[in-house]
């Protein structure tokens, strides 16, 4: 119950927010809230790094953060016309090879020998989760979503997270009865599972009726669009459990009270942020 509650109240301060910075300072290509991103995928990095470092396993350690929040913010200077457009997949390939390069050169047997699990590291810093967050900065881009993508952000946001608020109280409520036995996460239940899927695809729907002056969104397409992200949003949790039970880890962090570190609240939107990104414009019309 308690962690219930602290859920609510970090709702009850997050959607005022949340509003405020999307449709009252939306200046300069959604700035404020994509600076933030940035700044979520560098916290976030860093605890993706917490994981190797758990299980003493060899890092680019305190720069590959850094790389990988380079990735939303080349998005952002993408869409607000400050690079070219087109060169995002050049940018993964000169942060991979940089990795490999540094690997290169180690000046001891020891550090040779961890090689494989540096490179392998290191990549997984980088683009877990700052590939995935790019997306949510390419989100505000006008361009495919329109004159006011602020629209777009908010469908994806409330597919996500009220999945995973209504996933935990189902579980919570009525989920002891049927637990799914999952060894990476023992307290997930059947009943959560269905209760935050069934929610995004009702969010979903409820948005063909709401937005229809911004998006014409066909109810079919809009249960397919459910469908995904109810998906996809319960696999970004569970991919984050397993790498949090392979260091013998029960947060990601402590940065957030009640709710350990900024993984455990951002990774269901991590798998689901592309899928988004590339299902959404192609099903409004």
Not at 186 to 191: A, D, F, G, N, T
Request: hydrophobic letters at 55%; aromatic letters at 16%.
């Amino acid at each position: 119950m308690k962690n219930l509650l602290l859920r609510i109240l970090i709702m009850i301060i997050f959607l005022p927010t949340l509003w405020i910075i999307l449709f009252i300072l939306p200046v300069y290509n959604h700035l404020i809230f994509n600076l933030i991103t940035i700044i979520v995928t560098l916290i976030a990095a860093f605890e993706v790094e917490h994981f190797f470092v758990k299980k003493q396993i060899s890092t680019w350690k305190y720069v590959s953060p850094f790389l990988g929040a380079a990735l939303p913010l080349y998005s952002f200077l993408e869409i607000s016309g400050v690079v070219g457009r087109g060169y995002f997949p050049l940018v993964i390939v000169l942060l991979i090879s940089l990795v490999f390069v540094r690997g290169v050169f180690t000046r001891t047997e020891v550090k040779l020998e961890s090689r494989l699990a540096f490179f392998s590291s290191s990549v997984l810093v980088i683009f877990y989760p700052g590939i995935f967050l790019s997306y949510i900065v390419r989100l505000t881009d006008k361009s495919v979503f329109g004159p006011e993508p602020q629209f777009a952000i908010l469908v994806f946001l409330s597919l996500v997270f009220c999945n995973d608020i209504m996933a935990y109280v189902g579980g919570m409520l009525f989920g002891r009865r049927y637990p799914m036995n999952l060894l990476i996460s023992p307290k997930k239940s059947l009943v959560g599972f269905i209760t935050g899927f069934v929610t995004s695809i009702g969010f979903s729907i409820f948005y063909t009726f709401v937005l229809k002056d911004y998006y014409v969104l066909p109810l079919a397409y809009a249960v397919i669009l459910g469908v995904v992200i109810g998906i996809s949003t319960i696999a970004g949790d569970l991919l984050e459990s397993v790498m949090k039970r392979s260091c013998e880890l029960k947060d990601s962090g402590t940065l957030m009270a009640g709710r350990g570190g900024l993984m455990d609240t951002i990774d269901s939107l991590l798998l689901s942020a592309p899928l988004f990104y590339f299902l959404f414009p192609l099903i409004i019309r």
